[in-house]
């Protein structure tokens, strides 16, 4: 490494970055609420998203009341499906919004994601007006070839390989389809989805080497491809990893221009140097940490492979192999932070998946380019793309269809992270002193590596790979997520046994698949045992049913209110259980399950005397584990509150999961005097228009001496326990 200072200076630099919070490098923002604002700025790029116009503008004057500042970049969003044009200056009025904070374990960091593109707000547009501006004919022509390509691919292909083909040649991801989308990441494939070195090398080296073979000047060839590299990097979206490949594409070029060696470690080290300069955040974001390193792994393990090995005639299946094993040991712990997931069977399925991407990308690319002609002579390199994708449909159906294909581990401990790179280091240090010796070696016989060595490197990289996957836990584990306007509770028994407790929102779209689920992946959660249901209200079912129609978590078990009289929701509710193949238990006030330490009993809704009122015959559960007890109370009212205590049921718990939302009818005096809780949870929205948590409630906690926590200033709330000792921590 002596040899690639710049390499180590960018390495060490990469180190340092990564080490540092993410919160150095944020901006305080101006806003921490979302308020009508005024904006003024420049168009930079347009998408047609989500049947929503989404504007980037750059040099924006924003006008928020009294108080007016400027932002780089901000995001905008309007129903008005007019295109400006790229450099158009657009008056603009609506409502900003900060960009929020994650408040869940496992949740998308989307502060994080937008302060690398140095966007803090967005505004959702009421009204805009055009006011004049220089157009860049440059930007403008590229966003127009996209779309008539995009057109092109319509014409020429039917759903939804069009969308696929637009997200990997355009960069255009707004027509792709979601369940293409799924199918592709949960086989490991969705790489092919992004614009990624694969495709800049495959355009831009492909390019200079037929133009190099027909004029015979590199210098020639190397000027239209280096501007052809970076207008496609533009009109593509400038992705972190397509940056770094037209950077170190370009570097090879002039490597072959001076006629100087192309070495891929300080090409690399350039370009993580140039986007650090630039982005310092973007060391922290996925697709930087993917894409560098992939790269670094084939930088690193690839000379090696060939230690152990005599010479022999290369196969092409065997280099794929390695490759995309490289990779893997590289990436392993990344995968997991931001996915949680691993696709066992990815690494062979991408031996077939790489080597046709190449004919895929030729042929789309063709495609477009043909069909700016002819339309109907672009129906050829179609029908080639049409194959191709189908035979990725396939595979990736086969693939899913296997057992094991997808293994739900979790985003795993820091330590281990830390234990698996060094001995990861520590193992390519001794492999490359075994490299250094065979290239010494002048003996007779033939070299060998060390028997020992060898043994020790793969047995320890194996072990500490298989620590990634493991997870140890003592004690009961209990969180409150943030839902918003809503409620969901999960906990899980030292033996694994998991619970979930509700889940939905009335303010967070999309909360199964944006909260819940990527919540009970980050902690390897595959399968819920027993999926508890209060009652039949949106704010707590909503998200179960995207938990049950995404299928990726098994729920093994429901348990509902025993109700006499059954409403739509109800009904609906129980269809979908059973199209699920869920088994369904129907709870009502005396039932009990024990299981060694644990016990939980259901306390309402009683038999007999039950109404049409939701809220009131909400599931009432009492869960104790050692010395600990909880109590979860869905929405129940004063009047049922006074009704369970008169059972004489009520005891002291340590945790109480406040009724309703800490509305200010509910957790009555006499219910508190009973339950006296040491701690008070509430789920409630920032914004809610219900006044959650009441006051009134607040006092009436207050006054019982239990300490309150509400999901809206804290995010999720974590509880752990033994059994007699309790913690509590929370996100913010």
């Not at 980037?56 to 905008?76: N, P």
């Not at 992004?194 to 190397?222: D, E, N």
């Not at 409403?567 to 006030?589: H, I």
């Not at 709330?717 to 033994?722: A, N, Y």
Request: net charge neutral; proline share 3%; charged share 20%.
């Amino acid at each position: 490494m002596r040899q690639r200072p710049v390499a180590c200076a960018a390495f060490l630099l990469f180190l340092i970055l990564l080490l540092m919070p993410a919160e150095f490098f944020y901006r305080t923002p101006r806003l921490t609420e979302k308020c009508k604002a005024e904006v003024l700025g420049y168009v930079e790029r347009r998408t047609w998203k989500n049947e929503k116009m989404q504007l980037l503008l750059e040099d924006c004057q924003i006008r928020t009341g009294e108080d007016e500042f400027q932002e780089d970049r901000l995001l905008v969003y309007t129903k008005d499906p007019t295109e400006y044009e790229v450099g158009s200056i657009l008056s603009l009025s609506g409502t900003i919004y900060p960009i929020e904070e994650p408040t869940n374990p496992g949740q998308f960091n989307s502060r994080l994601y937008y302060a690398g593109k140095g966007i803090s707000y967005t505004l959702y547009a009421d009204q805009a007006n055009h006011m004049g501006g220089t157009v860049h004919p440059v930007k403008e022509q590229l966003l127009r070839l996209q779309k008539q390509i995009g057109q092109i691919y319509e014409t020429v292909l039917e759903e939804p390989e069009d969308g696929i083909l637009k997200a990997m040649v355009l960069g255009d991801k707004t027509e792709l389809d979601s369940e293409v989308q799924k199918l592709y990441q949960q086989n490991g494939i969705s790489h092919v989805l992004a614009i990624s070195g694969l495709h800049i090398s495959l355009i831009g080296m492909g390019l200079y080497k037929m133009l190099k073979r027909i004029t015979g000047y590199g210098m020639i060839s190397a000027i239209p491809t280096m501007a052809l590299l970076m207008a496609y990097g533009w009109m593509t979206g400038g992705s972190l990893s397509s940056v770094r490949a037209v950077g170190m594409c370009a570097i090879a070029i002039l490597a072959d221009l001076v006629g100087r060696t192309y070495d891929m470690l300080t090409a690399m080290g350039v370009m993580l140097l140039v986007i650090a300069r630039t982005n310092p955040l973007a060391v922290k974001q996925s697709a930087f940490l993917l894409s560098f390193g992939a790269v670094l792994g084939i930088a690193w393990f690839g000379p090696l492979w060939t230690l152990e090995e005599k010479k022999k005639k290369k196969q092409k299946w065997r280099e794929g192999l390695q490759t995309s094993l490289s990779v893997l040991l590289m990436t392993f712990p990344v995968l997991l932070q931001f996915f949680s997931e691993y696709a066992l069977y990815s690494t062979f399925l991408n031996l077939l998946v790489i080597p046709l991407m190449s004919v895929l990308m030729a042929a789309g690319i063709l495609c477009g380019a043909v069909g700016l002609l002819n339309l109907q002579a672009a129906r050829l390199p179609g029908l080639v793309c049409h194959g191709i994708l189908s035979v990725y449909q396939r595979m990736g159906n086969l693939c899913l269809r296997l057992p094991g294909s997808v293994l739900t581990i979790g985003i795993p401990d820091p330590w281990k992270v830390l234990i698996y790179y060094l001995t990861l280091a520590l193992a390519l240090f001794l492999l490359y002193k075994e490299k250094q010796r065979k290239k010494y070696w002048r003996k007779q016989e033939s070299f060998r590596i060390s028997r020992r060595i060898l043994f020790w490197c793969r047995g320890s990289v194996l072990f500490t790979l298989l620590l990634l996957c493991v997870h140890y836990q003592s004690g009961m584990e209990i969180c409150m997520l943030d839902v918003g306007q809503g409620d969901c509770l999960f906990w899980e028994l030292p033996d694994g046994t998991t619970f979930l407790s509700d889940g939905g929102s009335t303010s967070v779209s999309d909360v199964g698949n944006y909260r819940i689920v990527p919540f009970l992946k980050a902690r390897g959660v595959h399968k819920i045992d027993y999926l508890l249901i209060s009652h039949m209200d949106q704010d707590h079912i909503n998200g179960i049913k995207e938990v049950l129609e995404d299928g990726s978590i098994q729920v093994e078990q429901a348990l509902l209110p025993g109700l006499q009289r059954k409403d739509d929701a109800y009904l609906e509710m129980e269809a979908l259980l059973e199209n699920a193949n869920v088994e369904k238990l129907c709870l009502n006030s005396g039932d009990l399950a024990a299981q060694g330490d644990y016990s939980m009993r259901c306390l309402w809704p009683p038999v007999e005397g039950q109404t049409d009122d939701r809220n009131k015959m909400s599931l009432v559960m009492e869960v104790e584990y050692g010395e600990f007890r909880m109590l979860l109370t869905g929405d129940i009212g004063e009047q049922a509150e006074r009704q369970l205590a008169a059972t004489g049921q009520l005891e002291t718990v340590d945790i109480l999961k406040v009724a309703h939302h800490g509305s200010r009818y509910s957790s009555s005096s006499e219910f508190l005097a009973q339950a006296t809780p040491a701690v008070s949870l509430i789920s409630c929205s920032a914004t809610n228009r219900y006044g959650h948590p009441g006051q009134e409630t607040l006092e009436r906690l207050q006054t019982e001496k239990s300490a309150v926590r509400i999901t809206k200033n804290c995010g999720a709330i974590c509880v752990w326990t033994d059994g007699s000792v309790i913690k509590l921590k929370t996100v913010k």
